[in-house]
């Protein structure tokens, strides 16, 4: 099983990035994904979750109304996190995570899988 996550970059403030995170070895519709981001000196958070069960999602409060978490229709392996209005404050390392189980929680110990991470630089 592997977990990539994509599509990270250097973007200006206010602008966009579309990260991806992809799967070999399972399928991504079937698991609930969470995205994670680590800034400099911080720990890891959890940014945005969603469930397989139900669709349900998560969002953390400093990222609501700007971030979108979507599963890509056409390719069940695929799910994207859409970021809008970047801050400096984003920048960070960017991971996706699976869990093959109802929910989408915000604890890192609740997912089996892990991708390595793709880094954000938002900066002028």
């Known amino acids: 099983v592997q977990l990539q996550a994509s599509g990270g970059g250097l973007v200006q403030p206010g602008g966009s990035l579309r990260l991806s995170c992809a799967a070999s070895g399972l399928i991504l519709d079937y698991h609930a994904i969470g995205w994670f981001r680590q800034a400099p000196g911080k720990e890891r958070e959890a940014v945005s979750c969603?469930?397989?069960?139900?669709?349900?999602?998560?969002y953390a409060d400093a990222v609501k109304g700007r971030f979108a978490v979507v599963r890509d229709s056409a390719r069940r392996n695929a799910v994207h996190l859409q970021m809008n209005s970047l801050e400096s404050e984003d920048t960070a390392v960017y991971y996706c995570?699976?869990?093959?189980?109802?929910?989408?929680?915000?604890?890192?110990?609740?997912?089996?899988?892990w991708g390595q991470g793709t880094l954000v630089t938002v900066s002028s």
């Open positions: 969603i469930s397989s069960s139900d669709g349900s999602k998560y």
């Open positions: 995570a699976a869990r093959n189980a109802p929910g989408a929680p915000t604890s890192e110990a609740e997912y089996n899988y």
